[in-house]
Nanobody, 118 residues
């Protein structure tokens, strides 16, 4: 099982960024993909989840309206897009798979550093 994320990004405040997470080694539609971020010196922060089987999404309230999760089943790739970036969005963004229902996030991407700076 592997989740491979896209490379580091540098954005200006107010811009958008899209991070990809390509899954392999398992049936992509059989697991949710969660997105989690970690700002410098901070703990992990759960952003939300997508069900690749039907595209259903759940967003943490903090990110609603500013984050969009998508999944392309033809390439087994999940995406997170974050808009109206601000300096506080500087963080390492991770994708992880889970069966949901209280199951652990049992496979993680390597992380993508997004830096928001003018």
């Amino acid at each position: 099982v592997q989740l491979v994320q896209s490379g580091a990004e540098l954005r200006n405040p107010g811009a958008s960024v899209k991070v990809s997470c390509k899954a392999s080694g398992y049936t992509f539609t059989s697991y949710y993909i969660d997105w989690v971020r970690q700002a410098p010196g901070q703990g992990l922060e759960w952003m939300g989840r997508i069900d690749p089987e039907d595209g259903g999404t759940k967003y943490a309230q903090k990110f609603q309206g500013r984050v969009t999760f998508t999944a392309d089943t033809s390439t087994s790739t999940a995406y997170v897009e974050l808009s109206s970036l601000r300096s506080e969005d500087t963080a390492v963004y991770y994708c992880a798979r889970t069966l949901g229902g209280g199951h652990a996030l049992d496979a993680w991407g390597q992380g993508t550093l997004v830096t928001v700076s003018s």
